[in-house]
């Protein structure tokens, strides 16, 4: 089963310095139909105003994965990493027993566009970690590019969670199916463009959620870039 969720559906909330839009309840937003799908729990799409951020505050038990798609996102935490996270990097922080970060964009006149993704970790308690990797676009053009998994393969990050997250780029003829196990779930957020997923029509923003599917097909894109999760259900 497909069920198609469109952008404009998703929870929204303007505070001047961040605009965000929810794809599952959080903060202000609470729906009890979309409180995550198997074992993700957050994706919201941030667009940070120059000069502006957010200040110092705490996570834990909560597998936290962040992609920049356009500007800088400055990352700083009590682990001692200061890093500046470009586009094309994904970063990784199981906040585990507990963590304080900040994010902000010092950039002037350049907004900071991200999503900020949470997964659900299937350990508890452990030493709060952090990594960051870059994925060029040609690692992602008309290929799913594994960007993050539980064993660190092929060169993604490695989550505490059992989820794998892919991310691809399709225009045109370029196509790609992911097979899915019995038993687990997918999710598909496109990023931008537009893109067939197992023939449903989605435009930037929309999200196919996939149960009981034995596999994600890609193809028609249109200047697309999507992420799909592989995920306990």
Request: net charge negative; hydrophobic share 35%; glycine share 12%.
């Given at each position: ?5 469109k ?5 929204h909330?303007d ?6 839009y929810h ?44 992609y920049?798609l356009s ?21 990784r ?9 900040s994010e ?46 539980p ?29 899915i ?24 923003g929309?999200?196919?959620l ?11 894109g ?12």
């Amino acid at each position: 089963m497909l069920t198609l969720r469109k952008s404009q559906d998703r929870g929204h909330a303007d505070h001047g310095w961040l605009n965000s839009y929810h794809s599952f309840s959080f903060a202000g937003y609470y729906d009890p139909r979309h409180m995550g799908w198997g074992n993700l729990r957050v994706i919201n799409e941030d667009r940070i105003a120059p000069g502006t951020g957010f200040g110092t505050h705490g996570h834990r038990d909560m597998e936290i994965i962040s992609y920049v798609l356009s500007g800088e996102l400055a990352h700083q935490d009590s682990m001692g990493n200061v890093k500046g996270i470009p586009p094309g990097d994904v970063q990784r922080m199981s906040a585990g027993t507990g963590v304080m970060h900040s994010e902000f964009n010092h950039a002037e006149g350049q907004q900071t566009h991200f999503l900020q993704i949470w997964i659900e970790p299937n350990v508890r308690g452990i030493a709060p970690s952090y990594e960051q990797k870059r994925f060029s676009d040609a690692d992602k053009r008309g290929q799913l590019r594994r960007v993050a998994s539980p064993d660190g393969a092929q060169g993604s990050v490695t989550i505490h969670a059992d989820a794998t997250l892919y991310a691809g780029l399709f225009d045109g003829a370029e196509a790609a199916q992911l097979p899915i196990a019995a038993g687990r779930k997918a999710y598909v957020h496109l990023i931008r463009g537009t893109l067939q997923v197992n023939g449903q029509h989605l435009s930037g923003g929309d999200a196919a959620l996939l149960d009981n599917e034995s596999s994600v097909t890609l193809s028609g894109g249109s200047d697309a870039e999507v992420l799909v999760f592989d995920l306990a259900a």
